[in-house]
C-alpha cells in the first residue's frame, strides 16, 4: 500500500472514532441531563407546604362557621396538584388565594351578612345560600379538655367565647357547662348570626360559677 494510502487510512480511522465518541458523549450527557431534571423535581418547598397547610387551616374554619365558599376547596386542590408537580410558585399564589378567600368568608360572616357571596370564574359574585345542616361535624373529648379551648381550635370556631354554642347543642350530656369528661362526643353546631352573637354575650357576661353546679345564667341561656 502505498504512503499516500496508509495516510487516508488513518485519517479516516480517526476520524471514525471521534465520531463514535462523540455520539456516546451527548448519549451520556443526555441521559445526565435527564437525571438531573428527575433529581430537581422534589415536590413543594417548605414556604408553598407551609402556605397550602394556612390556607387548609383557614378553611376548615369558615367551613365551621358555615361560611365556607365551594370554590375554595377546588383551589386548595389545584395548590397541592401544582405543588406535586413542583410548579412551586403557582402553587403559593393558589394557596394564597384560597387563604385570603376563607378569610373574606369567614369576615363577611361575622359582619352578620346571611348569605356568603362567592366570586364566580367570570370575576363576578354570585350569592349562595348556606348548607342547612345545623352541624359542621363531631368532637371527642380528651383528657384536659373544656368547652372554652374546644371552642378556641382553629379547626373548631378559633374563638374561644364561642363555647355555649357547644354547651347547648350538647345539653343534654352537659349538666354543668364546666365539666366535661374524656369520651364524651359532642355535635358542633354552626355558628349563624343571632346564635353566634348570643353565645358570645353568655361567655362574657356569664359571671361567677362553680364547679359541679348549673348556674342559673347558664339555665337562662339554654331557655333563649
Same mark, same amino acid.
Given at each position: 500500500?502505498? !504512503?499516500?494510502?496508509? &495516510?487516508?487510512?488513518?485519517?479516516?480511522?480517526?476520524?471514525?472514532?471521534? &465520531?463514535?465518541?462523540?455520539?456516546?458523549?451527548?448519549?451520556?450527557?443526555? #441521559?445526565?441531563?435527564?437525571? +438531573?431534571?428527575?433529581? /430537581?423535581?422534589?415536590?413543594?418547598?417548605?414556604?408553598?407546604?407551609?402556605?397550602? =397547610?394556612?390556607?387548609?387551616? *383557614?378553611?376548615?374554619?369558615?367551613?365551621?362557621?358555615?361560611?365556607?365558599?365551594?370554590?375554595?376547596? *377546588?383551589?386548595? /386542590?389545584?395548590? /397541592?396538584? +401544582?405543588?406535586?408537580?413542583?410548579?412551586?410558585?403557582?402553587? *403559593?399564589?393558589? +394557596?394564597?388565594?384560597?387563604?385570603?378567600?376563607?378569610?373574606?368568608?369567614?369576615?363577611? #360572616?361575622?359582619?352578620?351578612?346571611?348569605?356568603?357571596?362567592?366570586?364566580?370564574?367570570?370575576?363576578?359574585?354570585?350569592?349562595?345560600?348556606?348548607? /342547612?345542616? !345545623? $352541624?359542621?361535624?363531631? =368532637?371527642?373529648?380528651?383528657?384536659?379538655?373544656?368547652?372554652?379551648?374546644?371552642?378556641?381550635?382553629?379547626?373548631? $370556631?378559633?374563638?374561644? =367565647? #364561642?363555647?355555649? &354554642?357547644? $354547651?347547648?347543642?350538647?345539653?343534654?350530656?352537659? *349538666?354543668?357547662?364546666?365539666?366535661? %369528661?374524656?369520651?364524651?362526643? %359532642? =355535635?358542633?353546631?354552626?355558628?349563624?348570626?343571632?346564635?353566634?352573637?348570643?353565645?358570645?354575650?353568655? +361567655?362574657?357576661?356569664?359571671?361567677?360559677?362553680?364547679?359541679?353546679?348549673?348556674?342559673?345564667?347558664?339555665?337562662?341561656?339554654?331557655?333563649?
Amino acid at each position: 500500500m502505498k !504512503p499516500t494510502e496508509l &495516510l487516508k487510512a488513518a485519517a479516516i480511522a480517526v476520524l471514525t472514532s471521534g &465520531l463514535i465518541v462523540g455520539c456516546q458523549q451527548s448519549s451520556t450527557d443526555d #441521559m445526565m441531563t435527564e437525571t +438531573a431534571m428527575e433529581e /430537581e423535581c422534589q415536590g413543594a418547598t417548605p414556604e408553598v407546604r407551609n402556605a397550602i =397547610y394556612a390556607a387548609k387551616l *383557614k378553611n376548615a374554619r369558615a367551613r365551621n362557621l358555615g361560611a365556607e365558599w365551594e370554590a375554595n376547596a *377546588k383551589i386548595i /386542590e389545584e395548590a /397541592e396538584q +401544582a405543588a406535586a408537580d413542583c410548579e412551586n410558585v403557582r402553587a *403559593k399564589i393558589l +394557596a394564597n388565594k384560597a387563604e385570603d378567600a376563607a378569610a373574606a368568608a369567614i369576615a363577611a #360572616m361575622q359582619a352578620g351578612e346571611t348569605m356568603a357571596v362567592e366570586p364566580a370564574d367570570d370575576g363576578s359574585s354570585t350569592a349562595m345560600a348556606k348548607d /342547612e345542616s !345545623p $352541624y359542621i361535624g363531631g =368532637y371527642l373529648v380528651v383528657s384536659g379538655d373544656n368547652l372554652w379551648n374546644i371552642s378556641g381550635q382553629d379547626t373548631i $370556631y378559633g374563638d374561644p =367565647y #364561642m363555647w355555649p &354554642l357547644i $354547651y347547648k347543642a350538647n345539653s343534654g350530656q352537659i *349538666k354543668d357547662a364546666d365539666l366535661i %369528661f374524656p369520651g364524651q362526643y %359532642f =355535635y358542633i353546631p354552626k355558628a349563624k348570626g343571632a346564635d353566634r352573637g348570643a353565645a358570645i354575650a353568655h +361567655a362574657k357576661n356569664r359571671g361567677a360559677w362553680t364547679l359541679g353546679e348549673t348556674e342559673a345564667s347558664d339555665l337562662d341561656y339554654l331557655a333563649q
